[in-house]
């Protein structure tokens, strides 16, 4: 019963690729959202969206991009890779408007050789 | 915007101990308060919120108190077992359908046998 699906569990990507982490979610929320999570830094907020087509920067957008072209798919974009985006990303979703917290995917490591 | 401190970073107790976990924020705007748990190689899932009307609130062995005139918050668990061992994040958003969560850095609590 997974309802956020991040489609790599595992990634290596040499620097200056373009990578691409995809999720979707299976719940009709409105909202999703992309972290980073760092040993001693917690989860950082990347990027946003509260509908399809829609963006906002998070707390740390620098170096990544988003796309949501249907409300299930929500794409985040390393345009040119570097060493330093080596991270755990997850993606989550939530309801707009509705009480509760997020949905979490189980994660991608990104590793950047 | 809104930043989360969490304290401590990691925390070892003896199995039967209470834990607690402090966190403050800094927006006073932010009025929803939730609290995740991350096992190892796992998803973060939440585990109790807490919304600024209420000053307590209680779920079996887990407890969350908010103090909103000094902007901070605790986890507190009871009776802890080795089933309590993992990373617990707490997090403020500035509002309870989780638009947006901004989230601590993270306690690793360890459970002694």
């Known amino acids: 019963d997974v309802k956020v699906t991040q489609s790599s569990r595992y990634l290596v990507k040499r620097t200056g690729e373009k990578v691409f982490l995809e999720c979707v979610q299976d719940?009709?929320?409105?909202?999703m959202f992309w972290y980073r999570q760092d040993p001693g830094l917690g989860l950082r907020l990347i990027y946003f969206?509260?509908?399809?087509?829609?963006?906002e920067k998070g707390d740390i957008p620098e170096g990544y991009s988003v796309s949501r072209e249907k409300k299930e798919r929500f794409s985040l974009i390393l345009e040119s890779a570097s060493t330093n985006q080596t991270s755990m990303y997850l993606c989550?979703?939530?309801?707009?408007?509705?009480?509760?917290?997020?949905?979490f995917g189980s994660g991608t490591r990104l590793t950047v050789v | 915007g809104e930043n989360v401190e969490q304290h401590p970073s990691t925390l070892s107790v003896q199995e039967g101990d209470s834990a607690v976990i402090k966190c403050t924020y800094s927006?006073?705007?932010?009025?929803?308060f939730p609290w995740y748990k991350q096992e190892l190689g796992k998803r973060p899932q939440l585990i109790i919120d807490?919304?600024?009307?209420?000053g307590e609130k209680k779920d079996q062995r887990i407890a969350v108190t908010l103090n909103k005139t000094a902007k901070h918050f605790s986890l507190h668990i009871t009776e802890t077992q080795p089933e309590d061992s993992a990373v617990y994040f707490c997090?403020?958003?500035?509002?309870?359908?989780?638009?947006?969560?901004?989230f601590g850095s993270g306690t690793r609590l360890s459970i002694r046998p």
């Open positions: 989550a979703s939530s309801f707009q408007g509705a009480p509760g917290g997020y949905t």
């Open positions: 719940m009709d929320h409105e909202n």
């Open positions: 969206s509260y509908d399809v087509k829609m963006k």
């Open positions: 927006d006073s705007a932010s009025n929803y």
């Open positions: 807490i919304r600024s009307n209420v």
């Open positions: 997090a403020a958003s500035p509002d309870s359908s989780a638009s947006k969560i901004i």
